[in-house]
């Protein structure tokens, strides 16, 4: 599925089910000792597509620990984003000298709980929400997908910055016809090539009762 949303240079791997007996290095094993049975399995499954992606790349198997904030370490020249939700696993994956960051993640394609939308989603956003409920069909639920567009956004800015980023602090703009979507930082942004990193350029998929998105940042 993220492949149809990913450029060429981005490796990727899925699964729709956890592989049972999947097999961690130790040091993700002790990373995961203290997590409940579905964390972990959940935990080995993202590991073991993460390693698949990381194949295409030529790369050997290798740890991949969580780092600060839980930000997966990569081998050194490789930038990548691990997501997982109900029903999918997966992991992207791309040499730095072709992107600088990635940033994925799926989300059920489901209403998002009560409550959590007013804290993410603010001013132009929400009356971006509400246009959308009303002119277009019902089979994308837009405020999971504002979301899981905003979870993409973090992924992004995080291994570049290794400084939070809030809710309130990235504006994005959905493009329901094009599959795409813009995320305009809202405080200052990282260099990136010598450029100060100021709007994102993302992609979005619904499919199989999810919602994805990617972000990509050229390296």
Not at 151 to 170: C, D, H, I, M, S
Request: net charge negative; with cysteine; hydrophobic share 45%.
């Amino acid at each position: 599925m993220l492949e149809r949303v990913l450029p060429p240079v981005v490796a990727v791997a899925e699964a729709y089910q956890d592989v049972a007996g999947t097999t961690l290095f130790p040091e993700e094993e002790a990373a995961v000792a203290r997590a409940v049975p579905k964390r972990r399995t959940e935990f080995a499954t993202a590991r073991a597509c993460a390693r698949t992606a990381l194949a295409q790349l030529g790369q050997p198997p290798v740890p991949i620990l969580p780092g600060p904030r839980g930000a997966p370490r990569w081998p050194a020249g490789v930038t990548g984003s691990i997501t997982h939700c109900d029903g999918y696993r997966a992991a992207g994956v791309a040499w730095t000298t072709d992107l600088a960051a990635i940033g994925l993640d799926a989300e059920p394609n489901q209403a998002l709980p009560d409550g959590v939308l007013d804290l993410i989603a603010f001013g132009p956003e929400r009356a971006q929400l509400a246009r959308l409920a009303q002119t277009e069909p019902a089979d994308v639920c837009w405020d999971r997908l504002l979301f899981c567009a905003k979870e993409a956004v973090y992924k992004v800015w995080f291994p570049l910055t290794q400084r939070w980023l809030g809710f309130e602090e990235a504006e994005v703009v959905i493009k329901p016809h094009d599959g795409a979507f813009t995320a305009r930082l809202l405080v200052p942004g990282p260099l990136v090539a010598g450029s100060p990193l100021t709007v994102l350029n993302g992609r979005w998929i619904a499919d199989r009762g999810l919602v994805a998105t990617a972000i990509t940042v050229p390296g």
